[in-house]
């Protein structure tokens, strides 16, 4: 099994930074590629970014240019770097972990994100 733990969301004006982080720990070693994805109310939970166990990341076009994935593989954590933020971007966001080991999806219980105009 896979914990995930989020932190990092809170209150920011738009055009401001945060940087999200979530910390994995169980099984680490079946774990192939982590990600964020983000909910806001009534919408459907939605991919920001990917990256794979061999660095290979992949981002959704509205926050291309702004958003930053990336892992730390020794500490078993993976960041979003959020820049130039929108009030649209404000969202639950949610750590993913992929497993091809054990067939799972991994999920952490999500960090508040809200951007203020």
């Known amino acids: 099994q896979v914990q995930l733990v989020e932190s990092g969301g809170g209150l920011v004006q738009g055009g401001g930074s945060l940087r999200l982080s979530c910390a994995a720990s169980?099984?680490?070693?079946?774990?192939?590629?982590m990600g964020w994805y983000r909910q806001a109310p009534g919408k459907q939970r939605e991919l920001v970014a990917a990256?794979?166990?061999?660095?290979?990341?992949n981002y959704a076009d509205s926050v291309k240019g702004r958003f930053t994935i990336s892992r730390d593989n020794a500490e078993n954590m993976v960041y979003l770097q959020m820049n130039s933020l929108k009030p649209e971007d404000t969202a639950v966001y949610y750590c993913?972990?992929?497993?091809?080991?054990?067939?799972?999806?991994?999920w952490g219980k999500g960090t508040l994100v809200t951007v203020s105009s």
């Open positions: 990256i794979t166990s061999g660095g290979s990341t």
């Open positions: 993913n972990a992929d497993s091809h080991y054990y067939g799972m999806r991994y």
């Open positions: 169980g099984t680490i070693f079946s774990i192939n590629a």
